[in-house]
């Protein structure tokens, strides 16, 4: 069976050191927009904000 080509592969990248830390799955059909999370970067060692690549 084929999975579904509603829920995509994204990539977060870390807004303070430019490095892609996360891979998460996100629903084309309800999320059209970028991600953008709070998530740890072990480079910074703290919280920051985690945007959407493409």
Known sequence: MAKS???V???LECTDCKRRNYITM???VNNRERLEMQ??????RKHTLHKETR
């Open 5 to 7: 080509d509603k829920r």
């Open 9 to 11: 592969k994204v990539t």
């Open 39 to 44: 998530k740890y970067c072990s480079n910074e």
């Open 26 to 28: 996100k629903s084309k």
